[in-house]
T-cell receptor, first 112, second 115 residues
Framework: NAGVTQTPKFQVLKTGQSMTLQCAQD?????MYWYRQDPGMGLRLIYY???????DKGEVPNGYNVSRLNKREFSLRLESAAPSQTSVYFC???????????FGNGTRLTVT | TQLLEQSPQFLSIQEGENLTVYCNSS?????LQWYRQEPGEGPVLLVT?????EVKKLKRLTFQFGDARKDSSLHITAAQPGDTGLYLC???????????????FGKGTLLTVNP
């Protein structure tokens, strides 16, 4: 049982480049989330999707866009990467808004 | 945004020792979660506490939620190298109904247990 799968695991971008981080879950969960984790900052919510077809901003949405492609997949797009977006990005899912979060293993992104 | 302060930031101990890490806030939380994160992996939920004064045990780990629901502690008895990791607490504010959408994470305590 794979749980939450994120691709790629590592990525290096130059300032101004774009990319999409992919996330898929196989637990039939309704809610999905994107977090970033920075040293000294903890985990911060970027966007979430309460259910298929809906997305909402979290604490730090600027510079990002998301797509809930279907119930399984939730992607995060950086249209014009900036060095401040260097971080480790985690996708998570949960059955409902109060259910336990299940995290993927992260994508380590470096923007030079 | 409610703030959660975790202490200590770093802790290095020998196998077999006991330890306590803390998660404190000036704000009340409707619930509080503890996660463990190992290098290169995502956080894994250990426990959720929801009632002031609540104590939960998970093998050698004991979690306590403060009576006023502003703080929590994690006590590990006879630590083992497998306990090594980043311990994160996360709280949901009172008006969120315990919703994940409003969770605030602490910065974590990085625990190293040496053999």
């Amino acid at each position: 049982n794979a749980g939450v799968t994120q691709t790629p695991k590592f990525q290096v971008l130059k300032t101004g480049q774009s990319m999409t981080l992919q996330c898929a879950q196989d637990m039939n969960h309704n809610s999905m989330y994107w977090y970033r984790q920075d040293p000294g900052m903890g985990l911060r919510l970027i966007y979430y999707s309460a259910s298929e077809g809906t997305t909402d901003k979290g604490e730090v949405p600027n510079g990002y866009n998301v797509s809930r492609l279907n119930k399984r997949e939730f992607s995060l797009r950086l249209e014009s990467a900036a060095p401040s977006q260097t971080s480790v990005y985690f996708c998570a899912s949960s059955q409902g808004k109060k259910s336990p979060l299940h995290f993927g293993n992260g994508t380590r992104l470096t923007v030079t | 945004t409610q703030l959660l302060e975790q202490s200590p930031q770093f802790l290095s101990i020998q196998e077999g020792e006991n330890l306590t890490v803390y998660c404190n806030s000036s704000s009340v939380f409707s619930s509080l979660q503890w996660y463990r994160q190992e290098p290169g992996e995502g956080p894994v939920l250990l426990v959720t506490v929801v009632t002031g004064g609540e104590v939960k045990k998970l093998k050698r780990l004991t979690f306590q939620f403060g009576d006023a629901r502003k703080d929590s502690s994690l006590h590990i008895t006879a630590a083992q190298p497998g306990d090594t990791g980043l311990y994160l607490c996360a709280g949901a504010p009172p008006n969120s109904g315990g919703s994940n959408y409003k969770l605030t994470f602490g910065k974590g305590t990085l625990l190293t247990v040496n053999p």
